[in-house]
C-alpha cells in the first residue's frame, strides 16, 4: 500500500495531489521545484521536505509523482539519481513509455480536471485516468488513485489521448467563447449575471443528453438573416470569423 508520496513539480495540479494524499493520510515526503521558494511553499503546507536539486531526491518513497509542464517531463527525468521504484506523470498528452527508462514500475494518474493552486479544494470532483505498465502496477496505481478519488477509472493510452482532446474542446475552448460573451456583455453594458442561468441550463441538459441532440439558436434553426445580422455586428475580425466557422458547422448538422 502507498503511504510514502513525493512529488516532483509545484504547480496546480502538484497542490491538489499533496491536498489529496495527506487528507487520506498518506505521507508527503518530498517537494522537487527548480525554483526553491516554490518547493517549500508547497512543502510547508503539508509538512514534507523541499528540494531543488533532483540529486537530494529520497529513495524510500513508495511513489514518485512527476506533475510538471509537459515540455520539461524528458529533461527533468534526465536529471534522476537513481531508478525509481514507482513512478506516474499527470500529463494527458505524454505517452506512460517516457517513464520507462528511469522507473522500474510506472503509469499515468491523469487528473480530468480544471484545478488551481488557490482553490478550495474540498468538494472538487476529480476524474482520475490510470494506467500501468503491467497488472501488477496498474492495481497498485488503481488502490493509491481509488484513496483520493473516488472516481478512479483504469484507461489505456489511446482513450487518455481522446479524453485530454474531448477536455480542450469541452472546457479550454469553451472557456474562450464565455470569454468572448462576457466581452460582448461588458461592450454593450449588460450585466453577465443575465447570462448564467442560459450556461447552467446548457450544462444541465448536457449531463443526461447528447449534446448534439439539444442543440438550440439561429445557426441549427437555418435562420441566415439572424446569423448574418449578429456577423456583421461583431467588430473583431477574428471573433467574427470564429462565428462564421462555428455557425457553418453547425448549420451543416453532424
Known amino acids: 500500500m502507498t503511504e510514502k508520496v513525493s512529488i516532483i513539480g509545484s504547480g496546480n495540479i502538484a497542490h491538489w495531489m499533496a491536498y489529496a494524499i495527506t487528507c487520506q493520510g498518506m505521507k508527503l515526503q518530498q517537494v522537487f521545484s527548480r525554483q526553491m521558494e516554490h518547493a517549500e511553499s508547497l512543502a510547508q503546507k503539508y509538512k514534507a521536505s523541499a528540494i531543488d536539486d533532483l540529486s537530494q531526491l529520497d529513495s524510500s518513497a513508495d511513489l514518485y509523482i512527476f506533475s510538471i ?7 527533468v527525468l534526465k536529471l534522476l539519481p537513481f531508478k525509481l521504484s514507482l513512478a506516474v506523470h499527470t500529463a494527458g498528452a505524454l505517452s506512460v513509455s517516457l517513464l520507462k527508462d528511469y522507473a522500474e514500475n510506472y503509469g499515468i494518474v491523469y487528473p480530468c480536471q480544471s484545478l488551481n493552486k488557490g482553490m478550495d479544494f474540498e468538494g472538487v470532483e476529480v476524474p482520475l485516468c490510470v494506467e500501468g505498465n503491467n497488472a501488477e502496477t496498474l492495481g497498485k496505481l488503481m488502490e493509491f488513485a481509488s484513496r483520493i478519488s473516488p472516481l478512479a477509472k483504469a484507461v489505456n493510452e489511446q482513450q487518455r489521448f481522446v479524453l485530454h482532446r474531448a477536455a480542450i474542446f469541452g472546457c479550454n475552448f469553451t472557456n474562450v467563447m ?40 439561429p445557426a441549427h434553426r437555418h435562420d441566415e438573416n439572424v446569423v448574418r445580422f449578429h456577423e456583421k455586428a461583431l467588430k473583431d475580425d477574428k471573433i467574427k470569423e470564429i462565428y462564421r466557422l462555428l455557425s457553418d458547422y453547425i448549420g451543416q448538422g453532424r
Request: glycine share 6%; net charge negative.
Open 178 to 217: 464565455y470569454g468572448i460573451a462576457h466581452d460582448l456583455m461588458e461592450e454593450g453594458s449588460v450585466d453577465w449575471q443575465l447570462l448564467i442561468p442560459l450556461l447552467q441550463n446548457t450544462l444541465d441538459k448536457v449531463k443526461t443528453n447528447n449534446p448534439h441532440d439539444v442543440q438550440t439558436g
Open 69 to 75: 509542464k509537459d515540455d520539461s517531463l524528458e529533461d
